[in-house]
């Protein structure tokens, strides 16, 4: 009697070893046996890159955390925000949201699930990097790849000069991918959609009176300066523009870190230098808290489809949604589900059709990647687009108007209709009838995947 031998290991290498990268890596090493991977994940950080501010789950997206089998150690390290206080440039109040901490209906500015960046990144690489079959290379990138054998393989150069051959490349590194780039050889760069809006964040020294919520005054001229205090002891700033002057808008893009904290400081120290939190806001960009600064020119990622040949996105690398959506942990998170279970279930199938038409011809057969892969791949374009699509259909150039006015009398009439909402609890009796989820759009249920052993 002839028994069908073990498949072997699908090889996978993954670009990026932020979020999306170790979350598709965790849910591949799930595949039910004798399905197995073999993955590398090149990260060009010398180590963890662990930074970032605060970034929240919602909807979908904590669906997709549990489905990683990660709440309990997301829960442990999650940030406890009370709410948002909205300053005028005295420092007056003029409104506060509260948290939704009822777990039903939509969230607020300050969801149940606000996290560190960092935080979550450390998470996934302590749940993924002493699983048998999951290499971690850092300070590695992908110098080149080209596909071989017909379209069915794919061979990568990488920094460090080895060479190899893998069944799948994971373009996982984020809003500047260099793994999309070299995809799309036909100059597609305009696929990377400025929003129109620059940020700063950085920590800066803290107060004994720092409060633990949220604070945001806004100003004349599409500014703003937040804060938000995720431990005691420590906070962060964020320095918002919304279409800014030419001069930052270059700086960002192409000065040092030195330059880029001083065109930020020029933006707002010209004419803002008595209002509210401006002066400890820009002073701290020079103290050695703010070696965690990091500057954007927020964008959104728009791609007709995310695959070509063995070469495939997730996360923001595919389909960024810009931080002013708030999704784009979540979309990582739900785009690696995604893709880890259309593998899982297109490959088992195909496995278990060879092993029965082996049977029947009494061939042996032991690769069940070279159909499964085509499909599970088209399987994750065709189930993850209409969730993208809504994502990025979102108006959200309204929220951005109304964070950065360009008036003082458009920042009173915003701060007056605030005060009317949050003083007649209008915002938590409209989000008991909403949902943080994006249209009928629901994480499809993956059971050809082991399921993760959840620690209490
Ligand atoms: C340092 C940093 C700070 C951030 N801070 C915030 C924040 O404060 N608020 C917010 O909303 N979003 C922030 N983001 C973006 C946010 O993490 C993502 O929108 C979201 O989590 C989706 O994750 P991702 O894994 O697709 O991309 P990312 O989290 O951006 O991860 C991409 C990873 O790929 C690595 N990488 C890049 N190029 C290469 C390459 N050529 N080869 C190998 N590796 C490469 C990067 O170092 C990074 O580790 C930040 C991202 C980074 C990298």
């Known amino acids: 009697m002839s028994t069908t031998p073990s498949p072997r290991p699908l090889r996978v290498l993954i670009s990026g070893g932020g979020v999306a990268g170790p979350a598709v890596a965790l849910e591949l090493s799930r595949l039910p046996p004798p399905l197995r991977c073999e993955i590398t994940i090149v990260e060009r950080h010398p180590d963890l890159r662990a930074s970032g501010q605060q970034i929240d789950l919602r909807g979908q997206g904590v669906v997709a955390m549990r489905r990683l089998g990660i709440e309990s150690q997301v829960r442990e390290v999650r940030v406890e925000e009370p709410g948002l206080r909205i300053l005028n440039a005295r420092g007056k109040l003029q409104a506060y949201f509260g948290s939704n901490k009822t777990g039903q209906g939509a969230q607020g500015f300050s969801a149940e699930w606000e996290i560190m960046r960092g935080s979550l990144v450390r998470v996934l690489y302590d749940e993924t990097k002493d699983l048998p079959g999951i290499t971690y290379r850092f300070g590695t990138t992908v110098s080149s790849f080209e596909h071989i054998r017909d379209g069915t393989a794919v061979r990568a150069r990488l920094s460090d000069g080895t060479e190899a051959e893998y069944d799948l490349m994971i373009g996982c590194d984020g809003l500047g991918s260099r793994t999309r780039r070299n995809m799309f050889t036909d100059g597609r760069e305009d696929i990377v959609k400025s929003v129109g809006v620059a940020c ?36 962060r700033a964020y320095l918002g523009f919304r279409n800014p002057d030419e001069r930052l808008s270059q700086t960002i893009k192409h000065g040092t870190v030195e330059e880029q904290k001083k065109a930020w400081a020029e933006a707002f120290k010209h004419d803002l230098s008595n209002e509210w939190g401006v002066k400890r806001s820009l002073d701290g960009l020079f103290t050695p808290e703010a070696d965690d600064f990091y500057t954007q020119d927020f964008a959104q990622v728009k791609l007709d489809n995310w695959t070509e040949g063995r070469v495939t996105l997730v996360g923001d690398a595919g389909y960024c949604p810009s931080p002013m959506t708030g999704q784009g942990t979540s979309l990582a998170l739900i785009g690696a589900c995604v893709l880890a279970g259309e593998i899982a279930r297109a490959c088992s199938a195909e496995l278990t059709s060879q092993s029965s038409d082996s049977q029947a011809t009494n061939n042996e057969t032991n690769d069940p990647w070279s159909g499964g892969i085509p499909r599970a791949l088209a399987g994750y374009e065709k ?18 108007k109304i964070l950065m006015p360009e008036t003082a009398w458009a920042i009173k009439l915003i701060h007056w209709t605030m005060w009317l909402v949050s003083t007649l609890r209008i915002d938590q009796i409209a989000s008991r009838f909403a949902s943080d989820d994006r249209g009928s759009w629901k994480l499809p249920e993956y059971p050809e995947l082991v399921k993760p052993k959840v620690s209490e």
């Open 383 to 400: 189930t993850l687009r209409p969730m993208v699509d809504i994502v990025h259909s979102e108006n959200i150039q309204r929220g951005i």
């Open 200 to 235: 700063a964040f950085y920590t800066i020294p803290p107060r004994d009176e720092d409060t633990p919520n949220a604070v945001l005054c806004q100003f004349p001229g599409r500014r703003y300066i937040m804060t938000r205090r995720d431990q005691p002891g420590c906070l």
